[in-house]
Structures are given as C-alpha cells and as structure tokens.
C-alpha cells in the first residue's frame, strides 16, 4: 500500500512538472521608448529559403504593417533601384553597409534588417504545408544599436482539419498541390508572416511608432 501511494505522489509530481510552463520573457523595450524612430529603411531581407523569389515575394509586403503601426517606410522599391544603381544587387552585401552610410544617404532613422529562414510547401503523403517563416531585426541609424528583434511563421497546417477520414485527407492533399502549383500559396503565406513579424501590438512585438493614432507607444 505504500508503495503505490508512493508511486501516485510521484506520478502526481511527474504530471505536474509536465503541466508547468516557464513564464514569457518580457522583452525590453528601454532602447525602443528612448529613441522613438519615426522613419524606417527596411532593407531587401537575406533569403536562406530554397525560395528563388521568397526575397521579392515578403519585402513587397513588409510596407503595410510598419506604416499601420505608425513608422513612416522609405518606399522598397526605390531603395531598391538606388542600390542597384550604385552596384549592390544582392542582399548580403547590402547588410554589410555600414549604418553611418545608410544614415546619410536615406536619412532614417532605423532600419530593418530580415532574414528569411523559410518559404514554401512541402508534400506529404496526405498533407502539404506552405510555410513562411521570417525574423527581424531593428537597428538605430543613429547609434548602431539593436532596437528590436523578432521572428515570425505562418503556415498553411494552421487551418487544415485533422479529423478528416483517410480519403479525405487524400483528396485534400491532392486538391492542396494542384492549388498552390496554380497559385502563389507561398506569396499569401507571406503576408500573413509579415503582419505576424512586424505589425506592433501584443507580446515582445514592435511598440507603436510615433504616427500611430490611439496606440499605446
């Protein structure tokens, strides 16, 4: 009889360390609040996807989510177009621009810099997932110090049904590859990361910018 009252004291245990979860890390926003940047540079993201056009495909969309968030965005394509003209058409060695540089020619307060660590579907005998997968970083102009940092996913298996039959889950997975062969699965995908990543509001995402109207900055 002790033995098993042991033994249930020690599943109790076991049970509740399962169930236990390490409280969030709060972020700290002290750099953010005492700079306050009103204008961004979002530089073209580095791509570690297999993702030809991944790169194209999410800085096309990074414009929204900052400009509702308050900041004022330098328009990506112009960016863009400037450095091709000064021969920089790889992202890689347009991150390796000093800010100082960056500062003077754009005049910005902050830029961001993004990395793309995954983009795009994967098949499965009975499912396909469309992944995006994206991280952040914003940097003062005016210091070189990190302000912000954050990473972002959207996925397509967020709003896929798991209690479907087996044929189901068959024709489904055949319906889903034909659709995104069709269409640009990974570009939709991508906005939904892009809003996830860098639109402010909620836990340790970006602090509403100064043009942000009723937000709590």
């Not at 790889?90 to 540089?101: C, D, L, T």
């Not at 970083?137 to 110090?145: A, C, D, N, Q, Y």
Request: proline share 4%; charged share 20%.
């Amino acid at each position: 009889m002790k033995l098993l009252v042991r033994l249930a004291g020690l599943l109790s245990a076991l049970l509740l360390a399962g169930c236990a979860t390490e409280p969030r890390t709060v972020y700290d926003y002290t750099k953010l609040k005492d700079e306050k940047p009103l204008s961004i540079l979002v530089l073209p993201p580095l791509n570690n996807s297999l993702a030809v056009n991944a790169g194209h495909s999410f800085l096309s969309q990074v414009t929204y989510p900052l400009a509702e968030s308050g900041y004022y965005v330098f328009p990506v394509a112009v960016v863009n177009d400037l450095f091709k003209h000064n021969g920089m058409t790889e992202p890689s060695e347009i991150h390796a621009v000093p800010v100082e540089k960056l500062r003077e020619i754009f005049a910005a307060d902050a830029v961001v810099y993004l990395k793309i660590t995954e983009f795009g579907t994967s098949y499965k005998i009975l499912t396909s997932d469309t992944r995006v997968t994206a991280e952040a970083r914003l940097v003062s102009l005016k210091t070189g110090e990190e302000l912000w940092q954050g990473a972002a996913t959207a996925s397509t298996a967020e709003q896929q049904n798991t209690n479907q039959s087996l044929l189901g889950m068959l024709v489904t997975a055949v319906i889903d590859q034909v659709a995104n062969t069709l269409n640009d699965k990974g570009h939709q995908i991508a906005g939904i990361t892009s809003v996830r990543l860098l639109h402010a509001g909620g836990a340790n995402r970006l602090l509403y910018g100064p043009r942000a109207e009723n937000k709590e900055h």
